[in-house]
Nanobody, 128 residues
Framework: VQLQASGGGLVQPGGSLRLYCAAS????????IGWFRQAPGREREGVAC????????WYADSVKDRFTIFRDIGKNTFYLQMNNLRPEDTAVYYC??????????????????????WGQGTQVTVSS
């Protein structure tokens, strides 16, 4: 049972990247999903999540209208589409899953401690 994150890289400000999180050993069909990030010298923070039951999403204020979380059940993979990237988006990005009633509460936000499977992280660097 694992998650494998990929898709990070170096991009110029204003550019786009798509992060991938492939699940194996379980299905995403019964999972809430989330993306988190950790910048150097800072604590890990929630970026986005999606609740499987009603597909309600939550985004950190700093990424609203720029990032989109979505999943492809057929590929057992979920994604983070990142547009209009800024230098302050530079961080290691982690994907994670939680049971379907946990971890993602729409407008009430995300609970990091309720995610029980984590990917290994992928580096995103936004720089000119």
């Amino acid at each position: 049972v694992q998650l494998q994150a990929s898709g990070g890289g170096l991009v110029q400000p204003g550019g786009s990247l798509r992060l991938y999180c492939a699940a194996s050993g379980f299905t995403l069909d019964y999972s809430n999903i989330g993306w988190f990030r950790q910048a150097p010298g800072r604590e890990r923070e929630g970026v986005a999540c999606e609740n499987r039951g009603d597909y309600i999403t939550w985004y950190a204020d700093s990424v609203k209208d720029r990032f989109t979380i979505f999943r492809d059940i057929g590929k057992n993979t979920f994604y983070l589409q990142m547009n209009n990237l800024r230098p302050e988006d530079t961080a290691v990005y982690y994907c994670a899953r939680a049971d379907s009633n946990w971890g993602c509460y729409g407008p009430r936000g995300i609970r990091e401690d309720e995610y029980d499977r984590w990917g290994q992280g992928t580096q995103v660097t936004v720089s000119s």
